[in-house]
């Protein structure tokens, strides 16, 4: 009888996440973005005008490092950086035409490699299997809260080894 303890959700989930990844690059390859060029991309897209920093916050990435992937997408013609009204240390940065063009183009793609991953797979196991991970993931954040009750405990006890 398998447990709980047997199971391999980390894993499973980190392996599926992988594959998503490879066949969308694949499918991707003739814009000449990286996934780092898409991902910042799909954010502008979503939310335009976002300061550099709230970008480099949603994509969990270094700031530096997000002002790169901006400028080869500003020299590409992909975004456009505009000085923030409120704050002149900042810019606000929105996706050009040829961004939004593209945007749509790796949304059917997105769409497409959905569709094939999900072939043979009934809506309502997909709902179910959608609802569950949502459930674990709310479980997980919940666990954030106790955070810092876990670094607290952390030192001491290994103050005793």
Known sequence: MTTIRDMSIGYLLNDVTLLFRK????????????????????????????????????????????????????????????????????????PTERANAV?????????????DATRDIDMQDLQHMIDVLTRIKENLQALDGGAEADAAVLPSAQQGR
Request: proline share 1%; net charge positive; charged share 35%.
């Open 103 to 115: 945007a749509e183009d790796m949304e059917e793609i997105a769409h497409g490699l959905r569709e």
């Open 23 to 94: 066949h969308f690059d694949r499918r991707a390859t003739r814009f000449n973005l990286t996934r780092a060029q898409w991902r910042a991309l799909k954010c502008l897209h979503l939310r335009q005008g976002i300061r550099q920093s709230e970008l480099a916050e949603f994509l969990e990435m270094e700031a530096i490092a997000v002002g790169r992937v901006i400028d080869r997408l500003q020299a590409a013609g992909f975004v456009e950086r505009r000085a923030d009204p409120n704050d002149r240390r900042c810019w606000r940065l929105y």
